[in-house]
């Protein structure tokens, strides 16, 4: 199947500080990405889907301006964490597909953990 | 709203000893189902999809699953694990309004060599 690609795979960070996620598909053009996030036995929840040139869609509940989505590219996505707390430590995967109707494939996921 | 429920929260079982593992969702459109396995540090992987067709699904490494549509089910089924199977499973519908997949909470399964 296709690859997506997420990096980092891990990040330790400071309360109030901001980080960067990003997804990357390798072998062909997404169309969408998802960004779900998952808490210790929990399901994956999505948080927001975006499409390659406008603006995301964020689930209910999900602040935006927190959680800065840029869809760019055919080929990438970034999911900005802004102004880190501990309780958005969690596990953050992304998952992009081609087209309508299509599979979605998944990035590896990332940990992240604000302390 | 449409809803994914996975009733078991964490299975173990001897090497050859057989799986079954139950999904159950809540969606009232045309279904498509899917199967997924993490294994330790590895991404999500699709292990079967249903979109239509025969209920009776063939996925990799040996996984099948059946769709009961009467019972909105679609339990995932191996006849012998090994202890490589030992993985967490999700269950998923595409349920959501932006066409994203919703996720049943995972079944974590530990297969003793």
């Known amino acids: 199947g296709a690859v997506v690609s997420q990096h980092p ?23 969408t990405m998802f960004w779900y996030r998952q808490f210790p036995k929990q399901s994956l929840m999505l948080m927001a889907t975006s499409n390659e040139g406008s603006k995301a869609t964020y689930e209910q509940g999900v602040e935006k301006d927190k959680f800065l989505i840029n869809h760019a ?26 087209g309508d109707h299509t599979e979605a494939f998944f990035g590896q996921g990332t940990r992240l953990t604000v302390v | 709203a449409q809803s994914v429920s996975q009733h078991n929260h964490h299975v173990i079982l001897s090497e050859a000893a057989s799986l079954e593992l139950g999904c159950n969702y809540s969606y009232g459109g045309t279904v498509n189902l899917f199967w997924y396995v993490q294994y330790p540090g590895q991404h999500l992987q699709l292990l079967l999809k249903y979109f239509s067709g ?60």
């Open chain 1, 9 to 31: 795979s891990r990040v330790i960070c400071k309360s109030g500080t901001s980080v960067k996620i990003e997804c990357r598909s390798l072998d062909f053009q997404a169309t």
């Open chain 1, 73 to 98: 590219s055919l080929t990438l996505s970034t999911l900005t964490v802004t102004s880190a707390h501990p309780e958005d430590s969690s596990f953050y995967i992304c998952s992009a597909r081609q």
């Open chain 2, 54 to 113: 025969d209920p009776l699904v063939k996925g990799i490494k040996g996984f099948e699953a059946e769709f009961i549509k009467s019972k909105f089910s679609f339990n995932l089924r191996k006849p012998s694990v090994q202890w490589s199977d030992t993985a967490e499973y999700f269950c998923a519908v595409n349920g959501g309004s932006q066409g994203n997949l919703i996720f049943g909470k995972g079944t974590k399964l530990s297969v003793k060599p």
